[in-house]
């Protein structure tokens, strides 16, 4: 099990628009609910929570102390302000400890491929994030995958592909594409595509010009 991360909380009064004073403040407004609790009002300090949660993100058991009583939670949720990406609001989900939760975890790419490397390739990964199955404690950051497997362009790495802590079960479809690795696109494939789009925007020119002349033979038939 990991070690469990506290995020201290404090209790808060203030509602609506009042939240934006504690923003101001540098605390950023909260709601706690879930498992064995009423929902609880607080606050956090915004720091503290961007460090908490930029090791924990949503899929790692984090104890909420709450002005000295402290729960297991998870990051259900964060707003985020979107001129400043700096968080406005946090859902916290209190949990039973002895009952399996679902929820997700990032998958990470780790490692060199060969198709990239060698062949110039680009790695695309088509999945950031799995659907599990476990009790708290299992629960981790993320998921490494090595993409040393990629050597040429035919190969991919899917869900199945994935080295899964014990005590973890993947809901996600075990056939679901992760990564695989592009050819980089040629000179000549990217002047076709230009002469594609250029041929489109003379066509679009070529009908609006008609859709006028239309236009204006109708209204002097009138």
Do not use: C, W
């Not at 009423?38 to 899929?59: C, H, I, L, W």
């Not at 680009?122 to 040393?148: G, H, K, Y």
């Not at 035919?154 to 079960?169: C, T």
Request: net charge negative; charged share 30%; aromatic share 4%.
């Amino acid at each position: 099990m990991a070690e469990i991360i506290t995020l201290l909380a404090q209790k808060r009064d203030a509602v609506g628009r009042k939240t934006d004073e504690l923003r101001a403040q540098n605390l950023v407004p909260a709601v706690l609910y879930g498992f064995g609790t009423e929902p609880v009002m607080v606050q956090v300090n915004r720091g503290d929570f961007g460090r908490v949660y930029a090791k924990t993100g949503e899929s790692t058991i984090v104890e909420l102390d709450i002005e000295g009583i402290k729960h297991p939670v998870l990051v259900q949720d964060v707003s985020y302000d979107p001129l400043t990406d700096e968080p406005i609001h946090i859902d916290f989900r209190r949990i039973n400890m002895d009952e399996k939760v679902e929820t997700t975890i990032t998958i990470k790419l780790v490692g060199i491929s060969p198709a990239v490397k060698d062949l110039g390739g680009t790695l695309v990964q088509s999945l950031e994030e799995v659907e599990v199955s476990a009790l708290p404690s299992a629960l981790v950051r993320e998921i490494e995958l090595n993409i040393a497997p990629l050597a040429t362009f035919d190969d991919v790495l899917r869900v199945s592909d994935m080295q899964i802590p014990q005590g973890i079960e993947i809901l996600t479809d075990a056939q679901e594409t992760v990564a695989l690795v592009q050819a980089a696109i040629t000179e000549d494939q990217i002047k076709a595509m230009e002469a594609q789009a250029t041929e489109s925007i003379e066509n679009v020119a070529k009908q609006e010009a008609e859709l006028a002349k239309a236009k204006e033979e109708e209204k002097a038939k009138e």
